[in-house]
């Protein structure tokens, strides 16, 4: 669910299409050559046993292509990349880390001048606070959106150092947000990229 995710889907479809035109040209080069009754060979501009084995192993290697693009992107079926599963599946392990994971909005938690707090869920785990202290991007709930930054855990002394903004500024009640978060984790984001808006087809 990620640019990566759109991306790698598209670059997975032109590439199977690719194999599947490259294998229409085969079996249709085929099956002309099948037809030839010319024990002798080919006639002028038929197809020879040559030209078959050629197309065959190029059908081979860009079929070895597809599959290598989508382990590079992380393709698992059209879900999150590996790495998206594996920092939901423990995003403990993450603290103090720069990570870029894609998730969907499941709560606006606050938008202002000064930034903006709002929590993602991927497909597995809980839903994590992200923190931007930069103007907002343009979102709702349910858009699907990439966040890059450092995943910490919030703490009320050392908020304004941890994600760029005092906590007064961007809360309406602080207070309120610290007795639901403080000691949870959350990213503090450096970007953040809609992916994909609410009811936006792929």
């Known amino acids: 669910m990620s640019t990566a995710v759109r991306t790698t889907r598209s670059t997975s479809r032109r590439a199977g299409r690719a194999v599947t035109a490259l294998a229409a040209a085969v079996l249709g080069m085929g099956g002309l050559a099948a037809c030839s009754d ?24 860009l079929e070895e292509r597809v599959g290598t693009i989508e382990t590079e992107m992380g393709v ?60 907002p991007a ?9 966040v890059s930054g450092t995943v910490v855990q919030v703490q009320r002394d050392t908020f304004e150092e941890d994600f760029g903004v005092a906590a007064d500024e961007l809360f309406e009640d602080a207070d309120a947000w610290f007795e639901a978060e403080e000691g949870s984790l959350a990213i503090s984001a450096d970007r953040i990229e809609v992916l994909q808006a609410q009811g936006q087809n792929d």
Request: hydrophobic share 35%; net charge negative; charged share 25%.
């Open 38 to 61: 010319d024990s002798a060979g080919p006639e002028a501009g038929g197809v020879s046993a040559e030209d078959l084995q050629r197309f065959e192993d190029e059908l081979a290697g």
């Open 76 to 135: 698992d079926g059209g879900g999150l990349g590996a790495e998206d599963t594996a920092f939901w599946d423990d995003t403990q392990s993450y603290v103090g880390q720069e990570v870029t994971v894609s998730g969907e909005v499941s709560e606006m938690v606050t938008t202002t001048d000064v930034g903006s707090a709002f929590r993602i869920a991927g497909e597995s785990g809980d839903p994590i606070a992200v923190v931007n202290a930069s103007a």
């Open 138 to 146: 343009e979102m709702d709930a349910n858009d699907v959106v990439q």
